[in-house]
């Protein structure tokens, strides 16, 4: 690991070790106080509960709303005229600047379209939306109302989209007809349609904004066009106010990959989120209410619902809702002009949005036309942040980039290093240290703590900070089983690492079958019920495997049924095709090997990590327990005639 030149400007010391040590000896004390930064309708009588919920609830007896704190009292405080949101599309050649003032008229009016449709408090409210403003307003709106929005990602298939429709039960859904990638118009309103046909549970109704890029077909009586249900209710001048919840209600539902193909679906309350939020925005990113915050996500992951929406808004910051990539809208300059133009003092991405930049431009001469004055630092999360990116980033940027680490079940930094309160030193490799609240530590397979720089599973003791998901959408007994029950007492996080000497953190990969691919969390296991579907298929495996851009992509292996008579080329272009229409484009699976059989142990157990090692070329070791030494030498050969893997040979 090397280390960063850029260290703490100032000789002062960072408060941070003295906070984090005080957030897990008192965290009554501490939360409390990071709870003066939300308004609240009635304050908590306490900071946690430790009798109630799954592991303990936080901010019990509070009422409030997360829409009043992240717009209203902006308004009523003065900030009414500032820009809350700036949307910038280089894909529709669009920018418009939300005022707190506007953002707020258009929330009250459309919570009063969504008031009309019957929701109310606790109903669900499914998106699938591209990046646009609508998307945020109706976010806002069901918070306003109380009801609980589950976002579904727009590269998601129809299938997975009707696999959360039978989780969350929607009363409504709201869509787009279509969304706008670099190299195509995706229609999404035929996936909703599709996905409703395939769902067990029908929604009374769906809103469906209409771009112009591509309408959509509305079928009447179930489908209603947004852009008319919003003008109505705007002339009529109806409105909605805030409803008063529960710290402990439910904010959002978001689903994202468990090891089977069935996602889990993350709650997250509105009390501790808001008051994590506000303190990570302050203390961890080191923003100031006013200043202009980039999160160059997409609103279906929860980076995009933490730091696109709700962090900067509770804070009475600027957002940029950016609809375009890094590269391709219309080059690898994008990010440097969106910084630029709109002022932003720090983003917010996943590390392979920098390695695309780096890949297309690799000096960043595109970077010369653009003033990045006002920019302070660079924060890359989702996905191992590989030193080789970062250097280059700080080289060209000359400003310090902090990686930090957490899950969409978390909702924010699990570790990172607290620009707001005093950076520590970076280490290239680590996202640094444990944020307040989180008790991190390494253990081994019996839950013994390990020594430092020892490899091991990376667990949280209970409780887990505000913001952390209480439970699993109507699955208690989900989440004790896949979270709670391996190490009792600890949340397991799935992932390995190490801490160091000095208590930084190290994230080496997930102990469970997820991938990281460009970002993006996807479950191998979910690609293989995929495969096994396939009526030529008898047997099958996916890994992910190590790709410049991407970090990972995934590779399936399928053994076909004896008899089969047709060239496996023609079954591998079949079962590319299929994961994309099951799961979607996003799983980003474009290899399918044919092999004879699979590389197993005498027990059968397949022996997915060899396999890897191989597809990376790295070292391996043949496993003692093989069935059969010559099954991985097979890999090895087909992987190779796919132009994949590698010379390393058995050791
Ligand atoms: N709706 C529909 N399709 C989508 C989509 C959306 N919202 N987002 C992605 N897709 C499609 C892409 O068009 C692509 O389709 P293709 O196979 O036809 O090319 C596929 O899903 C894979 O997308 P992606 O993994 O994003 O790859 P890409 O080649 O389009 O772009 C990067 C590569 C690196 C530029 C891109 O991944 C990126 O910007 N990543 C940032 C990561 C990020 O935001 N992570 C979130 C957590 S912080
Ligand atoms: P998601 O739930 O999509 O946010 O994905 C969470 C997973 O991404 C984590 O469990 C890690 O495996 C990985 N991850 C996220 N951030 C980092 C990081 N900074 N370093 C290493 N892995 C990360």
Redesign the pocket.
């Given at each position: 690991m090397t280390a960063s030149a850029f260290r703490r400007p100032s000789g002062e010391p960072s408060r941070y070790h003295d906070m984090h040590r005080r957030s897990l000896a008192d965290p009554q004390g501490f939360w409390s106080e990071a709870a003066e930064a939300v308004d609240w309708y009635q304050k908590p009588a306490k900071a946690f509960d430790p009798d109630l919920g799954v592991y303990g609830r936080w901010f019990v007896g509070g009422v409030c709303n997360t829409c009043y704190n992240a717009l209203d009292r902006h308004v009523v405080g003065g900030r009414g005229g500032q820009a809350a949101m700036i949307y910038d599309s280089p894909v529709t050649a669009t920018k418009k600047t939300f005022t707190y003032a506007e953002l707020l008229a258009e929330v009250k009016t459309f919570a009063a379209v969504l008031a009309e449709f019957g929701v109310e408090k606790g109903d669900r409210v499914i998106l699938y939306m591209?990046?646009v403003p609508e998307a945020v307003v109706a976010m806002l709106a069901c918070a306003r109302l109380g009801a609980v929005h589950s976002v579904v990602?727009?590269?998601?298939a129809a299938k997975e989209l009707a696999t959360r429709i039978d989780d969350a039960e929607p009363k409504l859904i709201l869509t787009a007809s279509c969304?706008i990638?670099?190299?195509?118009i995706?229609a999404?309103k035929p996936l909703l349609d599709e996905a409703l046909a395939l769902a067990r549970f029908k929604p009374d109704s769906c809103i469906v904004l209409q771009r112009p890029q591509k309408r959509a077909d509305l079928m009447p009586g179930r489908d209603y066009d947004w852009a008319s249900m919003r003008e109505a209710a705007r002339a009529g001048g109806k409105t909605a106010d805030c409803v008063r919840v529960a710290a402990t209600d439910p904010l959002y539902i978001l689903y994202t990959s468990g090891t089977t193909g069935r996602p889990k679906g993350v709650v997250r309350d509105n009390g501790g989120h808001m008051v994590a939020l506000i303190w990570s925005m302050r203390n961890l990113y080191g923003i100031a209410p006013g200043e202009v915050w980039w999160?160059?996500?997409?609103i279906?992951?929860?980076?995009?619902h933490s730091y696109i929406v709700y962090a900067p808004l509770l804070l009475g910051a600027t957002t940029i809702l950016y609809e375009g990539?890094?590269?391709?809208t219309p080059d690898a300059g994008a990010f440097w002009r969106v910084i630029s133009e709109h002022g932003a003092v720090a983003l917010?991405?996943?590390p392979?949005?920098f390695?695309?930049i780096k890949k297309e431009d690799p000096d960043g001469k595109l970077m010369a036309q653009y003033d990045l004055k006002n920019f302070r630092t660079l924060f890359l999360?989702?996905?191992r942040a590989d030193p080789d990116t970062i250097q280059w980033a700080e080289r060209l940027l000359n400003v310090p980039v902090i990686d930090h680490w957490w899950q969409t079940e978390t909702g924010w930094a699990i570790a990172g290093n607290p620009v707001g309160i005093g950076m520590l030193p970076v280490k290239h490799g680590s996202p640094t240290v444990p944020m307040p609240g989180y008790d991190v530590r390494i253990v081994d397979e019996a839950g013994k703590d390990v020594a430092p720089n020892r490899m091991g599973s990376i667990v949280i003791k209970l409780p887990l900070p505000p913001a952390c998901l209480p439970t699993l959408w109507r699955q208690d007994a989900r989440m004790r089983e896949s979270y709670l029950t391996e190490f009792p007492g600890f949340y397991k996080t799935a992932d390995a690492g190490f801490i160091d000497d000095d208590g930084y953190v190290y994230v080496m990969g997930r102990t469970d079958d997820i991938i990281n691919?460009?970002?993006?969390?996807l479950s191998t296991g979910g690609m293989e019920e995929v495969l096994a579907s396939h009526r030529d298929v008898a047997e099958c495996a996916v890994i992910g495997i190590h790709d410049d851009?991407?970090g990972e992509v995934p590779c399936g292996f399928i053994v076909l049924k004896s008899g089969v008579e047709r060239s496996p080329a023609e079954i591998e272009k079949e079962i590319v095709a299929l994961v994309?229409d099951k799961i979607?484009?996003?799983?980003?699976f474009?290899l399918a090997i044919t092999v004879a059989r699979l590389p197993k142990t005498r027990s059968g157990k397949i022996l997915r990590g060899t396999m890897k090692k191989i597809a990376d070329g790295e070292a391996w070791t043949m496993p003692a327990t093989i069935d059969d030494p010559m099954a991985l030498d097979e890999i090895r050969h087909e992987l190779e005639s796919h132009g994949v893997g590698a010379l390393q040979g058995a050791s």
């Open positions: 591209p990046m990602f727009g590269g998601f969304g990638e670099a190299s195509r995706v999404y999160t160059a996500s997409d279906g992951w929860v980076v995009g990539k890094p590269i391709g917010f991405t996943a392979t949005a390695r695309a999360a989702g996905e691919v460009a970002g993006h969390r851009l991407k994309r979607g484009p996003v799983a980003a474009k």
